[in-house]
């Protein structure tokens, strides 16, 4: 046989090649038996159940929906058994279970996210007042169409603002330590960071009671309730930060010290900026966290009902906080509010969760 | 007239410019200021938690009544309760955890996989308050339910017992609310992503050829999951559930907006009332005398030491078991 390889004739004795190149097999088939088997036990037992139900006359909704899923379980098992071999039973099995699990995980998420915007959609819709006013004057009762959360927003804003210029420098200046510089020591700053990261929240905002306000006496101010949320977020940054520039090739740095640049240069001028998508990411995601942190602005952070947009005098409200006191007013005009302002965080949230998702994407193309 | 001497490595110090220096110092320095920050959220709760611990000694762990204006402090209930809220939330969410992370990393068709991962982690996102709402305006009238039915039937089981009777025909349905039971299941909302994030990644890093060696010699994909991927992500399911249960311990105002604050110890978790350590001092914190401040700060002082012992364990699990220490090839 012979085989033409760029214009030079090779004789090839032996195993001839094949003429057509390798198609991976595909692995996931599923046969007519499989989708049949378990739609048919789907739907039966959603009979007998229903069946079951009415003869006995049981009622509530998570029951039956627990008893089908049992049900279908036992059914799926019987006609697997029927025309299958036992390994494949317990393979069918373990599937229905694992893909319930997470199914239930799935509604648990939708309903909270669905319930929160339906219960909100009412004061969050009040387009004319709900973000251009204060609680200023407006009593609990009032009618939606009254008050607003500007001054909750504002708060927000504010406070989250400065909690980012404190906790920018130091994430950042950590991870790079840890990333860059390295040594025992690090590692210890490293070990405790990850512990940080999972500490309460409250005890951020305790740290800072016992600090601030114990030992400074300051007061309960939009700055002081900052330092708090900062407290919570440093070591956020620090550690996703840190993730995001160890995957930078180790080449980019050592092509920019090969080029006589010195190691501050070289990570202001090559690591960060090849970073940048990951640290947006990491700081993007730090917010989102921050900014419906509660408790400890439970702890350090009084509550106005006017806007105040000074951060060192007079107390300030905040997103979270409003939503905490209006839920708990017990007035359903004001519980509404806060539900209102609640899908305002969950909106916030979810877009900044969005835009760090879109930020970390993989590039098609590059590499 | 040859040299009789081995080559000898020539020394490879290295020398640092002063730019180079000044940016290791400074970055060190911010290092080292983290590292004090960190240190100083334990050392101050410490110096906080010493007059009353010195004050109440023992009994500060073995009270079980809150009563600061009768000098009677003590935790033992709180910390009942703590452990109780996050048991439940744990026995819930492990095992849904686990089966989310499974479906992710073994079941899911290939082009949705990264939209789930997404949705677990915008799941993580989701603020704690908004699992708080949920969990008392939605979760609370369907789980009394529940409660009513796992009391009704199980009743005699210590842990699923009410103090009032399940089968009357006008039920108290109050005995049912605001109680370990709910909270932990709104906790378990927020511990699952967290758990399934962590056993995601480890299940997703065992070793392709052991799994190809596992399907070629026929077992199936479950006879895989079972022999290959499960016993390579053991330490990632442990590391999952240590940094679930820490998070569990210290969750606050979710739990805070649930429960009505009880000082018994019971361990009957369906009935009404329990406290958390952080939800006592959350929900303590504003209207707080003086001496209760301390208190409550040493209260922090033991939330703290509990949740920082579980999360080192977890560190431990979690980074043991990405090194790939656990495979032996």
């Not at chain 1, 002081?224 to 930078?248: D, K």
């Not at chain 1, 760090?356 to 994407?361: G, K, N, P, T, V």
């Not at chain 2, 402090?73 to 992370?101: D, N, Q």
């Not at chain 2, 005995?175 to 378990?188: D, R």
Request: aromatic share 10%; glycine share 10%; charged share 10%.
């Amino acid at each position: 046989m012979t085989v033409v390889n760029e214009g030079v004739e090779l004789t090839v004795t032996g195993n001839p090649p094949t003429a057509t190149p390798d198609v991976p097999r595909a692995l996931a088939t599923r046969s007519f038996d499989d989708r049949a088997s378990w739609m048919s036990a789907m739907a039966g037992a959603l009979g007998i159940v229903w069946i079951a139900y009415q003869i006995t006359g049981w009622s509530g909704r998570l029951g039956f929906t627990l008893l089908w899923f049992v049900v279908y379980l036992a059914l799926y098992a019987a006609i697997s058994r029927a025309g299958n071999p036992r390994p494949v039973v317990f393979d069918r099995l373990a599937a229905a279970t694992v893909a319930g699990g997470a199914v239930v995980v799935g509604l648990a998420l939708l309903s909270t996210v669905s319930y929160t915007v339906q219960k909100g959609w009412p004061a969050f819709s009040q387009w004319g007042n709900f973000y251009t006013e204060t609680a200023a004057g407006v009593r609990p009762t009032a009618p939606l169409d009254q008050g607003g959360i500007l001054h909750a927003i504002a708060g927000t804003a504010i406070m989250v603002g400065i909690a980012l210029l404190i906790s920018l420098p130091l994430g950042l200046g950590t991870a790079v330590y840890m990333t860059e510089v390295g040594g025992r020591a690090a590692r210890v700053v490293r070990t405790v960071v990850e512990a940080m990261t999972a500490l309460p929240d409250v005890l951020a905002g305790l740290f800072v009671y016992a600090t601030l306000i114990l030992v400074f006496h300051l007061d309960r101010t939009g700055f002081v309730a900052a330092v708090a949320l900062a407290v919570t977020m440093t070591p956020i940054v620090a550690r996703s930060a840190e993730v995001a520039l160890r995957v930078v090739p180790g080449g980019l740095r050592e092509a920019s010290l090969a080029l006589g640049a010195s190691q501050g240069s070289t990570v202001w001028r090559v690591v960060l900026p090849t970073a940048r998508a990951g640290l947006a990411t990491s700081l993007i995601l730090g917010i989102a966290r921050i900014s419906g942190e509660t408790a400890p602005l439970l702890i350090v952070s009084g509550a106005s009902t006017y806007q105040n947009l000074n951060p060192f005098a007079e107390p300030m409200n905040s997103l979270p906080l409003y939503i905490f006191s209006a839920v708990r007013s017990g007035q359903p005009n004001f519980i509404a509010r806060g539900f209102g302002a609640a899908t305002v965080l969950l909106a916030l949230v979810t877009v900044l969760f969005a835009l760090a998702r879109y930020l970390a994407r993989p590039k098609r193309g590059s590499r | 007239m040859t040299t009789a001497e081995l080559d000898t490595p020539r020394e490879l110090g290295q020398v640092y410019s002063t730019a180079d220096k000044a940016f290791r110092r400074t970055t060190a320095g911010i290092g080292m200021t983290v590292l004090a920050l960190t240190g100083a959220i334990g050392l101050f709760l410490g110096y906080q938690a010493i007059p009353t611990l010195r004050r109440y000694g023992l009994s500060f762990f073995t009270e079980n009544q809150w009563l600061p204006q009768r000098d009677v402090v003590g935790l033992s209930s709180v910390l009942l309760g703590t452990v109780e809220v996050a048991l439940v939330a744990l026995v819930v969410g492990f095992p849904l955890a686990l089966m989310t992370a499974l479906y992710i990393s073994e079941y899911a068709p290939r082009r949705l996989k990264s939209w789930f991962v997404g949705l677990i982690d915008l799941m993580a996102a989701v603020p704690s308050i908004i699992y708080g709402l949920w969990g008392f305006f939605f979760l609370q009238p369907q789980t009394i339910h529940v409660s009513r039915w796992l009391a009704q039937h199980f009743g005699w089981i210590p842990v699923f017992h009410v103090d009032t009777d399940p089968n009357a025909a006008t039920w108290a349905q109050t005995k049912f609310t605001a109680s370990a039971f709910i909270a932990g299941l709104a906790v378990s909302m927020m511990v699952i992503p967290l758990a399934c994030a962590v056993m995601r990644s480890v299940f997703a890093q065992a070793p392709l050829g052991e799994r190809e060696a596992a399907l070629a010699l026929g077992a199936t994909r479950w006879g895989m999951i079972r022999t290959v991927v499960i016993p390579f992500g053991q330490g990632g399911i442990i590391g999952g559930t240590m940094l679930a249960l820490g998070r569990a311990l210290g969750e606050t105002v979710a739990v805070l907006l649930i429960i009505s604050p009880a000082f018994d110890i019971k361990v009957n978790i369906l009935q009404v009332g329990t406290e958390t350590t952080s939800a006592l001092i959350a929900g303590l914190f504003g209207e707080a005398s003086k001496a209760q401040l301390s208190a409550l700060l040493t209260a922090g002082f033991v939330l703290f030491v509990l949740t920082l012992a579980v999360n080192t364990v977890a560190a431990v699990f979690v980074n043991r078991s990405r090194s790939g220490a656990a495979t032996e090839i």
